[in-house]
């Protein structure tokens, strides 16, 4: 129960009486939570308290309101900072969240004029085509699409691919760090096939990222063009420090 005397508000405690029940499977995402009148009445506070307690978890996106349904548990969106366009598997580090990837493709092709350039190819190189369907907390999230200079980065068709390839050019290459020489993120709606994939319907949005990944010397690593669920994934600004 809430505690009266406690120097945390009441909204807070009651938020915090929710969060983890939802946290620890108590409550299941996708099931309606009692209204605001059974929630003030359990708890015997008013229903202002109830209400700002829920608006907070609705913001964090542990609860959606459904108009005419009432409030439902959900899973709070993936978020990484918009200066970060890389790491998939590292976001979910952070964010306590376990991370799995699926191989759907890997397969050596010619490079097109674009890639030639992006990626630094000399006439004789091909390219490796890496697609993957990356997962958080067992949900599709992601549709990878990775593209690297064959020449330098061919062993990569022979492992597994299943964790962070970062991790593994890390240990295989030497690669201490992968930033992105440029990033733009736009949306657009899921295919047919995206859709089957991200197990999302046709018409979905998509955050779009298209990357450019370098290594610590700004030598390109690998062109990416990701799609990702976009009621699933956020991007925030890191909050910049002022100067008097």
Do not use: W
């Not at 499977?25 to 229903?47: D, Q």
């Not at 993957?132 to 691919?161: C, D, H, Q, V, W």
């Not at 991007?235 to 910049?240: A, H, I, L």
């Amino acid at each position: 129960m809430l505690e009266q005397d406690n120097s945390i508000p009441l909204y807070i405690q009651l938020k915090n009486i929710i969060k983890a029940a939802i946290d620890s499977e108590e409550i299941t995402v996708g099931c309606k939570i009692p209204s605001e009148a059974e929630l003030a009445e359990k708890y015997n506070v008013s229903r202002i308290t109830v209400r700002g307690a829920l608006s907070e978890l609705v913001s964090e996106g542990y609860l959606v309101k459904k108009q005419g349904k009432g409030t439902y548990a959900s899973r709070p969106k993936l978020s990484r900072p918009i200066e970060d366009a890389l790491g998939f598997t590292e976001s979910c580090r952070r964010a306590g969240v376990e991370s799995t990837s699926v191989v759907l493709k890997k397969e050596v092709i010619e490079p097109d004029d674009k890639l030639k350039d992006l990626l630094k190819l000399n006439d004789r190189d091909k390219v490796l085509y890496i697609q993957r369907l990356r997962f958080a907390a067992g949900e599709p999230l992601m549709l990878e699409n990775n593209y690297y200079s064959n020449t330098k980065y061919g062993f990569l068709i022979n492992e597994p691919l299943t964790g962070s390839l970062y991790d593994l050019l890390r240990e295989k290459k030497g690669i201490d760090t992968c930033e992105a020489l440029k990033t733009i993120i736009s949306v657009t709606t899921a295919s047919q096939s995206q859709a089957v994939a991200l197990q999302t319907s046709i018409g979905a949005p998509l955050f779009v990222l298209d990357t450019l990944a370098a290594d610590q010397n700004e030598e390109p690593v690998h062109y990416g063009l990701q799609y990702v669920v976009g009621e699933k994934y956020c991007f925030v600004r890191r909050k910049s420090r002022t100067h008097a």
